[in-house]
């Protein structure tokens, strides 16, 4: 089991940026890709971004790339996510997620655990 606590969102003006924690507990020895997905009120989740477990491979998704950074500290089981030049549309709940692999690959799907989630607001 992993436990996943996601901290660092609150409330930001367009333009501003934020950065969001992960923290990773519980069974963290063996490898994960890690992944930031959000959820607007009333719509589906999202994927954001993606980083395989070396860090040396991400994906993101079109409408945060050159904006949004993901990041990872093995040695503190830590991701993060630098979110700059934020937009409105950015206002959503954001997950932390974590894949058990035993490649060195990113993902959009199929993640095994979860956090429980930190409301970032962008204001107009």
């Known amino acids: 089991q992993v436990h996943l606590a996601e901290s660092g969102g609150g409330l930001v003006q367009a333009g501003g940026s934020l950065r969001l924690s992960c923290a990773a507990s519980?069974?963290?020895?063996?490898?994960?890709?890690m992944g930031w997905f959000r959820q607007a009120s009333g719509k589906e989740r999202e994927f954001v971004v993606s980083?395989?477990?070396?860090?040396?491979?991400?994906d993101y998704a079109d409408s945060v790339k050159g904006r949004f950074s993901i990041s990872r500290d093995n040695a503190k089981n830590t991701v993060y996510l630098q979110m700059n030049s934020l937009k409105p549309e950015d206002t959503a709940v954001y997950y932390c997620?974590?894949?058990?692999?035993?490649?060195?690959?990113?993902?959009?799907?199929?993640?095994?655990?979860w956090g429980q989630g930190t409301q970032v607001t962008v204001s107009s």
């Open positions: 997620a974590a894949r058990l692999t035993y490649f060195d690959v990113v993902g959009r799907s199929d993640y095994d655990y």
């Open positions: 519980g069974r963290t020895s063996v490898g994960y890709s």
């Open positions: 980083m395989s477990q070396s860090g040396d491979n991400t």
